[in-house]
């Protein structure tokens, strides 16, 4: 038996349908029978947020689900008023669960007079309370060393090379996986390998920010179902305009796999009307009505992984472990069996 109480878990607005499904999932199918901690995250009439508990939590070990997504500022600033009101209620320990870390594509200085909202962040997160987070595809892995805590970062690629294996399994010989920019080879290289299938690369020439000059495609294409995959789409330009550039050296499909779907903007309309014959995402944001109807795209859920980990943290197991798919696939019970 671990040392620490059962683990607890609450909530900010940000995501609710998976704080609740990863509450369900421990409860059902871990031997763990708890939900959300009752407490409300409401806005006085000038917008700034209230947090109140209404269980004991002392000596608690707590976990906040809640993702920095849009709106990004309004949903970090709950995150960090739940984790210090937590503090303040003497909860023995606060991992903050945050499947989508905004903020994330700030981890440099790309110019003169730039910040590093990356750090900041990480410094604000530890200064309310956390002492560890767990979160799912950090935009650069370098930003866990931002923390002077524990920081587990799980990764999509081992549930994506699942659910490939199951859509493509008579067809894995013509498979091959794109990285759509050099920054995302490691991401890309990592699920060929699990998938034992080939590397293309996408080269991106930008004349100033934001646009795209012109696109090359490094490796044969021609004849392959290709899959771009990526840590998040934002308004999906890049995206649609890398599926029709491989489309013209030759692929027979094109496909994307994409962990955070930001899908801010014209996403949704440049998706719907491209070439991409399916796009999955996962729900570490909370889909829109207008992603959860577009036809090509699919969502798949992480609360089974998430879930795991919380309770791998809980009783001090290992995390890394849920990267290999013998840990993984029982995790999701089959949902991607033949």
Same mark, same amino acid.
């Given at each position: 038996m671990p040392a620490t109480p059962e683990? =607890?878990?609450?909530?900010?607005?940000?995501?609710?349908?998976?704080?609740?499904?990863? %509450? $369900? $999932?421990?409860?059902?199918?871990?031997?763990?029978?708890?939900?959300?901690?009752?407490?409300r995250v409401e806005r006085f009439n000038d917008g700034?947020?209230?947090?109140?508990?209404?269980?004991?939590?002392?000596?608690?070990?707590?976990?906040? *689900?809640?993702?920095?997504?849009?709106?990004?500022?309004?949903?970090?600033?709950?995150?960090?008023?739940?984790?210090?009101?937590?503090? $303040?209620?003497?909860?023995m320990r606060i991992t903050a669960v945050i499947?989508?870390?905004?903020?994330?594509?700030q981890d440099r200085r790309s110019k003169a007079r730039t910040p590093i909202s990356? =750090?900041?962040?990480?410094?604000?997160?530890?200064?309310?309370? *956390?002492?560890?987070v767990l979160t799912m595809d950090l935009h650069a892995a370098q930003i866990q060393g931002f923390f002077d805590i524990p920081v587990d970062n799980l990764y999509a690629s081992p549930v994506f090379a699942l659910d490939i294996m199951k859509q493509f399994k008579d067809e894995l010989d013509e498979v091959m996986i794109v990285s759509p920019d050099v920054g995302g080879v490691a991401r890309a290289r990592e699920?060929? =390998?699990? *998938?034992?299938?080939?590397?293309?690369?996408? @080269?991106?020439?930008?004349?100033?920010?934001?646009?795209?000059?012109?696109m090359t495609i490094i490796g044969d294409v021609a004849g392959k179902k290709c899959i771009i995959v990526d840590d998040m789409? @934002?308004?999906a330009g890049t995206l649609c305009k890398a599926a029709q550039v491989l489309l013209e050296n030759g692929a027979s499909e094109v496909?994307?796999?994409?962990?955070?779907?930001?899908?801010?903007?014209? %996403?949704?309309?440049?998706?719907?009307?491209?070439?991409? =014959?399916?796009?999955?995402?996962?729900?570490t944001i909370a889909p829109t009505e207008a992603v959860r109807n577009t036809p090509n795209v699919r969502i798949i859920p992480t609360a089974p992984v998430f879930a795991q980990a919380i309770l791998n943290i809980w009783n001090g197991t290992?995390?890394?472990?849920?990267?290999?798919?013998?840990?993984?696939?029982?995790?999701?019970?089959?949902?991607?069996?033949?």
């Open positions: 683990p =607890k878990l609450i909530s900010g607005n940000a995501n609710m349908p998976l704080a609740t499904a990863i %509450a $369900r $999932r421990m409860s059902m199918h871990r031997g763990v029978n708890l939900g959300l901690v009752d407490a700034e947020i209230f947090v109140e508990v209404f269980e004991n939590v002392r000596g608690e070990d707590m976990f906040i *689900i809640q993702p920095t997504s849009n709106p990004a500022n309004d949903n970090l600033m709950e995150l960090l008023i739940m984790a210090d009101a937590l503090r $303040r209620s003497s909860a499947p989508y870390f905004g903020y994330a594509r990356a =750090k900041l962040v990480a410094n604000m997160l530890v200064e309310a309370g *956390i002492e560890r699920l060929a =390998k699990r *998938i034992n299938a080939p590397l293309s690369i996408v @080269d991106k020439r930008r004349e100033k920010a934001g646009e795209v000059a012109e789409c @934002d308004t496909h994307a796999y994409t962990t955070h779907g930001v899908m801010s903007g014209p %996403a949704v309309e440049r998706i719907t009307g491209s070439v991409l =014959k399916s796009m999955v995402i996962t729900d290992s995390v890394s472990s849920l990267f290999d798919t013998p840990t993984l696939e029982p995790v999701y019970e089959g949902q991607f069996g033949n």
